[in-house]
Each structure stands twice: as C-alpha cells, then as structure tokens.
T-cell receptor
Framework: GEDVEQSLFLSVREGDSSVINCTYT??????LYWYKQEPGAGLQLLTY?????DMKQDQRLTVLLNKKDKHLSLRIADTQTGDSAIYFC????????????FGTGTRLTIIP | DAGVTQSPTHLIKTRGQQVTLRCSPI?????VSWYQQVLGQGPQFIFQ???????GRGNFPDRFSARQFPNYSSELNVNALLLGDSALYLC?????????????FGEGSRLTVL
C-alpha cells in the first residue's frame, strides 16, 4: 500500500537553508507534492515534481527526487519567519483522481 | 475571489449522533474532494466528486457519505459518530484545467465528538 513518511520537527535559524525530507513506498507514484499548512489556514500547494524528473527549482524552493531510493526533499533557501508552518509531502499515482496520500507533516520552526 | 468555504467551522457532537458538513468550491471548479485530518497526522482522502459523480473513495466505513449538487457545492455526512471521528475535515476543489494535484483547500470544519 501507499505510505509516506516524514520527520515531525525541524528547527532552522533565520537566513539558513531548511531541508525537509520525505520517503514514500509506492513505486507507481506519478506526481509528488509539497503542501504548506499555516495555523488556521487550509493547505496550499507549494510545488510538485513529476516522477521522471530529479530536480525542480522555483525561486527559493528546490525539490530533489531520488526515485531509486523513493526519497523526496524540499530545500527552502534563506528561510524567513514567514516560512514557519507544517510542510506535507504527498504523492498520487493516478492523474485525474484527486486522491493524494499525505505524510504526517514536518513542523518547521524558525529561530530568530 | 472567494476561496473554498466550509461550514460550520467548529462543532461538537456526542457519540451516535449524525453530522453534515458543507463545502462551496471556488467558482468555476467542478471537482470537490474531502479529507480527514486527525490531530498530528496528515490529511486522509475520503471522497472525490466531479460533475456530481463519485470519482474516488478512500478507506472509510459506510457511515461516511457525500454528495455534490448541481452548483458543485458538496456535503459530507457522517452517521453514528465515534470518538475517533474527531478531526479537521477539509474540503478541496480543483478547476478543470489545473496543475496536477493542485487542490485548493478550505480552512476546514473541526469536529469534536464527546
């Protein structure tokens, strides 16, 4: 079955880079996503990567995918206080179906 | 533009009762999905509806049901509530031409079952 795992907590100093890691088990995953959840707000899609890619960069965000090891990471450069949130890794294996399998989320805390 | 709206935002029920949660998608979005987020965990897929038809169902008991109306709004019903149904229930909508997996989530309905 599908399973997505993440570490629960990460603390980073303001201005440093944050790296959030995720592992997944479903080898048929087609798309992998990073969603952000801020307190009192709904989840927001940050970025996604197709399974035949190994890297995607979007401004301060860099996504790395190691398909062999089923490992996904999100790097946030120059981390700011506004980046404090819970970050969820998610995967889907059937484009057109809205079933996403989410990880448990990583709570990112920024140290001033 | 209004985002995905859900009601009620908070509610308290007792075991055995029934609850109906409501969701209005973003204008132009025809797909609505429901997710359950238990405290400390990631969201779990419950249902997806597109053009009033069920497109997907997660691993939830038959006590959970949903429907979509002609205006694309949706209701999630949960019967015979259990303590374990306490969670944040998230609704998400998606437009016809979207980035893959780009779901627009509402802020959720927080259900507490006593």
């Amino acid at each position: 079955g599908e399973d997505v795992e993440q570490s629960l907590f990460l603390s980073v100093r303001e201005g440093d880079s944050s790296v959030i890691n995720c592992t997944y088990t479903d080898s048929s995953s087609t798309y992998l996503y990073w969603y952000k959840q801020e307190p009192g707000a709904g989840l927001q899609l940050l970025t996604y990567i197709f399974s035949n890619m190994d890297m995607k960069q979007d401004q301060r965000l860099t996504v790395l995918l190691n398909k062999k090891d089923k490992h996904l990471s999100l790097r946030i450069a120059d981390t700011q206080t506004g980046d404090s949130a819970i970050y969820f890794c998610a995967e889907s294996n059937n484009f057109g179906n809205e079933k996403l399998t989410f990880g448990t989320g990583t709570r990112l805390t920024i140290i001033p | 533009d209004a985002g995905v709206t859900q009601s009620p935002t908070h509610l308290i029920k007792t075991r055995g009762q029934q609850v109906t949660l409501r969701c209005s998608p973003i204008s132009g979005h025809k797909s609505v999905s429901w997710y359950q987020q238990v405290l400390g965990q990631g969201p779990q897929f419950i249902f997806q509806y597109y053009e009033k038809e069920e497109r997907g169902r997660g691993n939830f008991p038959d006590r959970f049901s949903a429907r979509q109306f002609p205006n694309y709004s949706s209701e999630l019903n949960v019967n015979a509530l259990l303590l374990g149904d306490s969670a944040l229930y998230l609704c998400a909508s998606a437009p016809p031409d979207r980035t893959p997996g780009e779901l627009f989530f509402g802020e959720g309905s927080r259900l507490t079952v006593l």
